[in-house]
């Protein structure tokens, strides 16, 4: 009899036991974490004109800036496209966009054709940074223009959006759609193009509009944005839309501070929420979804006690495996916490099926699979559906240590039989 599987996977945050602890970059902690980027198993933290790489799992940060000449300037974006890490920067001291093929270590930058606003003596820098569909790369810049290159490009170029869209709040993209979604107080406003910018169309949507950064889900359909609420005042509202902006549903609501960044991979929503100066304001800062974002839990826990400012924002976002990296905006570093994956499933074997057991898990590096047929073979699928490793089991062996943290579906097949089980790698 053929196996039926039916798989409930949820998160438990535990706000209870789980607490923010503090990485100093470069031993200092006045050097902030403005961007935070994973890139497989290594991670990055953009900072005030320097680049911090982590290749064991966030333990220690080595300083990777060579060929960064931006000073003062904070880390406003990275991205990757093929095997070019871009990150740009802005603020104090020079406007500098660099990318680098060697996971950081050296830098190259990659500026030409930059375009300046007309009798202004400094170039304006790129707030935003995007890629679309691993092939363009496009710079929103904090006033006038947006420009977009391909890596093999030798300079960037201005891309001809509408004239009353040069400054957009944000811009995403659908398939070979980009779309550029303009700042209002009233309804939202979009305009959108499938050739690089030689034809728009417009359309006005429905719902609270969009005021800042558009922030996509990286494994779903959803977008998430940020709006101030002006018939109540101090109310920041976190938005949503399911149809490519044409409607925004409000799903989270805050008093007082606004929406900073939006972490959102297929069912896991993480949002921070502004710094204030309020020693009292310390719940609902950083908040998590399961259900991307039907409903929240807070996981501020005790951040306010290991930022070195209390109201200094979390600027980034990011996950790795089951761990959540936040960067500091004007200071700290760097704060992590984990958020407790917990698997559970119903399974409805015949006889012959049951008797698999898997072992250690939770697991480092590999686990020992027992009681499997002697012909069977092995494959592992991420919480997003793609096969990450396959194979056969010498010794009834699964290496595991290619693979990053977190939770997986191990599925062993035979000729007369499939099962699963949830393994989840430490």
């Known amino acids: 009899m053929q196996t039926i ?25 006045f050097n902030p974490g403005t961007y935070v980027y994973v890139d497989d198993q290594t991670i990055y933290v953009g900072s005030m004109g320097m680049i911090f790489r982590s290749i064991d799992g966030g333990t220690t940060f080595v300083k990777t800036n060579n060929g960064i000449t931006d000073g003062l300037s904070s880390c406003t974006g ?3 496209i093929g095997d070019r890490l871009y990150a740009s920067f802005g603020g104090n001291g020079s406007r500098g966009v660099y990318y680098s093929v060697d996971q950081g270590a ?29 092939k363009y790369l496009f710079a929103i810049l904090e006033t006038n223009f947006t420009m977009f290159k391909r890596p093999e490009d030798q300079a960037w170029k201005v891309f001809p959006v509408p004239s009353d869209y040069r400054t957009p709040a944000d811009m995403f993209f659908d398939g070979d759609t ?14 959108y193009t499938t050739d690089l910018g030689e034809t728009w169309n417009y359309r006005q949507g429905t719902g609270k509009s969009p005021l800042a950064n558009i922030w996509m889900n990286r494994t779903g359909g959803e977008l998430y944005a940020s709006n101030a609420d002006f018939a109540m005042w101090g109310k920041e509202w976190l938005l949503r839309s399911t149809n490519n902006g044409m409607s925004w549903d409000t799903v989270l609501p805050r008093n007082t501070t606004s929406v900073k960044n939006v972490y959102a991979d297929g069912d896991i929503v993480l949002v921070s929420f502004g710094g204030s100066f309020n020693a009292a304001d310390s719940v609902n800062k950083i908040m998590l979804s399961i259900d991307r974002g039907n409903t929240w839990t807070d996981i501020s826990a005790n951040y306010r006690s290991v930022v070195a400012f209390g109201f200094h924002s979390v600027a980034s976002l990011a996950l790795y495996g089951n761990t959540v990296f936040a960067g500091i905006d004007l200071s700290t570093g760097v704060i992590t916490r984990t958020i407790d994956i917990k698997p559970t499933s119903v ?3 015949t006889e012959a099926e049951q008797g698999i ?9 590999r686990v020992h699979v027992v009681g499997s047929p002697s012909d069977a073979a092995y494959h592992i699928i991420d919480l997003h559906g793609q096969r990450v490793a396959e194979g056969s089991m010498p010794d009834n062996i699964i290496d595991m240590s290619a693979m990053r943290p977190g939770l997986y579906t ?7 039989s499939t099962q699963y089980r949830r393994i989840v790698r430490l």
């Open 347 to 349: 399974t409805y074997d």
């Open 106 to 134: 050296s830098w190259v930058a990659d500026s030409a054709g930059w375009t300046g606003v007309a009798g202004v003596p400094v170039l304006p820098f790129a707030r935003r940074l995007h890629q679309w569909n691993d």
């Open 178 to 191: 980009v779309f550029v979604c303009q700042t209002s107080t009233t309804v939202p406003m979009t305009a």
């Open 410 to 416: 191990l599925v062993i097949q035979a000729a007369t």
């Open 5 to 29: 599987l039916l798989i409930v996977l949820f998160v438990l945050a535990s706000t209870a036991n789980a607490q923010w602890t503090r990485i100093q970059l470069g031993g200092s902690d």
């Open 78 to 80: 990275m991205v990757k």
């Open 357 to 365: 057991t898997v072992f250690p898990n939770p697991a480092h590096d």
